[in-house]
């Protein structure tokens, strides 16, 4: 098995690559796990998974220049696939930051968190929205296999999605109301939080993705 981790120049792409290969690692049978920016090997890999962290028009950018966008579509057509962060944001129509078009292929968009937000005890909220906080699974789906519900992950964040379609959204936390944070369809699986810097249960849904068939169906 060969599993593809999409370098187009923007995101945390080396602890990313350590996360996944430390898991690969613990499992039987052969899986490479290679970092690359060439689209050739993306459309040969069986797995993809789709990074990124920086400003959405960057990224954006960098993918198209790479010729890596084509790739990156036909991958989330035909094999298993896991966005991260700004590498899930990509996958909507639309971004308020810098008015960027994604790839469209959730419907929705990506919103900015407002200015004036509060906690239930009056506590002023920062945006960026960053560090540990819960998430709720709304659907069951194998990456949740031998994960709690309301488990801790990482965030770093100021935009958030808002899907058209609530069917897609597997997954929510709070700042202070609740967003979307966990999206997916089909082959697909998609997560606002650095499963890679979300300690051991984000290395169980690392180890759910390379044993997952991509079949989803709720």
């Not at 981790?5 to 690692?25: E, F, P, R, T």
């Not at 579509?73 to 308020?96: H, M, T, W």
């Not at 519900?149 to 100021?158: G, I, M």
Request: aromatic fraction near 12%.
């Amino acid at each position: 098995m060969k599993i593809a981790i999409i370098d187009y120049g923007m995101g945390n792409l080396h602890s990313v690559l350590k996360s996944v290969q430390y898991v690969a690692q613990s499992l039987q049978g052969k899986i490479e796990v290679i970092l690359t920016p060439h689209p050739d090997e993306v459309l040969s890999a069986d797995k993809v998974i789709f990074p990124g962290q920086g400003a959405m028009p960057d990224c954006m950018k960098s993918l198209q220049q790479s010729g890596l966008d084509d790739a990156v579509l036909d991958a989330l057509r035909n094999k298993p696939f896991f966005g991260i962060c700004v590498g899930a944001q990509l996958l909507f129509e639309y971004s308020e930051e810098g008015n960027t078009q994604g790839l469209g292929f959730f419907s929705g968009s990506v919103k900015r968190f407002g200015q004036n937000l509060h906690d239930n005890d009056g506590t002023k909220l920062k945006v960026p929205h960053m560090g540990w906080n819960t998430v709720r699974q709304t659907n069951t789906h194998p990456l949740f296999n031998n994960l709690a519900d309301n488990s801790y992950f990482y965030f770093v964040h100021s935009y958030y999605f808002a899907p058209n379609d609530s069917e897609i959204v597997l997954g929510e936390s709070e700042y202070p109301s609740p967003f979307a944070c966990i999206v997916g369809r089909d082959n697909v699986f998609a997560t606002q939080f650095h499963t890679e810097k979300s300690g051991d249960n984000g290395l169980i849904l690392l180890k759910n993705f390379i044993e997952w068939d991509g079949g989803f169906k709720k």
